[in-house]
Nanobody, 128 residues
Framework: QVQLVESGGGLVQPGGSLRLSCAASGFTLDYYAIGWFRQAPGKEREGVSC????????YYADSVKGRFTISRDNAKNTVYLQMNSLKPEDTAVYYC?????????????????????WGQGTQVTVSS
């Protein structure tokens, strides 16, 4: 059974850091692109970042560029989202998603329907 489980969310002060994890089970991530998305209260879900199969390509939304870093550890079947210099506007439920893909060095967050499997989400709250 394909499953993604996010963890690492929590409450952090502005300027702080969190590292989110997306652990995959039921399949190996080697042939899968991974995307991170977030949904703030009252807003639509938006794409934050993605990483290709081979780490050759990453994408970051302008709102997080320079602050967030996506990485993957295929040996651990896990993808990470390191979030630094967090702002109150980063508050949201963060989701990871995945899809098997043949292209090695490409990923996308649009459209979100590109992704077949989704995790349940982890809450990130940035507040003083």
């Amino acid at each position: 059974q394909v499953q993604l489980v996010e963890s690492g969310g929590g409450l952090v002060q502005p300027g702080g850091s969190l590292r989110l994890s997306c652990a995959a089970s039921g399949f190996t991530l080697d042939y899968y692109a991974i995307g991170w998305f977030r949904q703030a209260p009252g807003k639509e879900r938006e794409g934050v970042s993605c990483i290709s199969r081979s780490d050759g390509s990453t994408y970051y939304a302008d709102s997080v560029k320079g602050r967030f870093t996506i990485s993957r550890d295929n040996a651990k079947n896990t993808v990470y989202l390191q979030m630094n210099s967090l702002k109150p506007e980063d508050t949201a439920v963060y989701y990871c998603a995945t899809r098997k893909i043949m292209i090695k060095n490409w990923c996308t967050v649009i459209p979100q329907t590109f992704y077949d499997y989704w995790g349940q989400g982890t809450q990130v709250t940035v507040s003083s």
